[in-house]
């Protein structure tokens, strides 16, 4: 079993940036593709970015292609999200997972099944 552990999260002004990590633990999420998803307040929980096992290839939702970057290192167990120019729409809980059967492309379509969620990590960002 995998248990996922997100930090990083916080408040910050509109503009600026934060990087959120995720460790794993329990077992190497090396053969995993590995995402970043996120829920505001009243709202249905949204793809942000997923990244292959390797790292090879990254996915974005629209709305934060080209301010955020995910990345794995698999050595450490960890996945991280660089997010720049931050904005008061990015507000949300940020949840870390893990797709046990999926390519990474699969996570902007569906969220995966299961229980390899993390328990996520709260980002404000204030206008």
């Known amino acids: 079993q995998v248990q996922l552990v997100e930090s990083g999260g916080g408040l910050v002004q509109a503009g600026g940036s934060l990087r959120l990590s995720c460790a794993a633990s329990?077992?190497?999420?090396?053969?995993?593709?590995m995402g970043w998803f996120r829920q505001a307040p009243g709202k249905e929980r949204q793809f942000v970015a997923a990244?292959?096992?390797?790292?090879?290839?990254?996915y974005y939702a629209g709305s934060v292609k080209g301010r955020f970057t995910i990345s794995r290192d698999n050595p450490k167990n960890t996945v991280d999200l660089q997010m720049n120019s931050l904005k008061p729409e990015d507000t949300a809980v940020y949840y870390c997972?893990?797709?046990?059967?999926?390519?990474?492309?699969?996570?902007?379509?569906?969220?995966?099944?299961?229980?390899?969620w993390g328990q996520g990590t709260q980002v404000t960002v204030s206008s």
């Open positions: 997972a893990l797709d046990p059967f999926r390519p990474a492309q699969a996570m902007g379509i569906t969220p995966p099944d299961g229980d390899y």
């Open positions: 329990g077992r190497t999420i090396i053969s995993f593709a």
């Open positions: 990244i292959s096992w390797s790292g090879g290839n990254t």
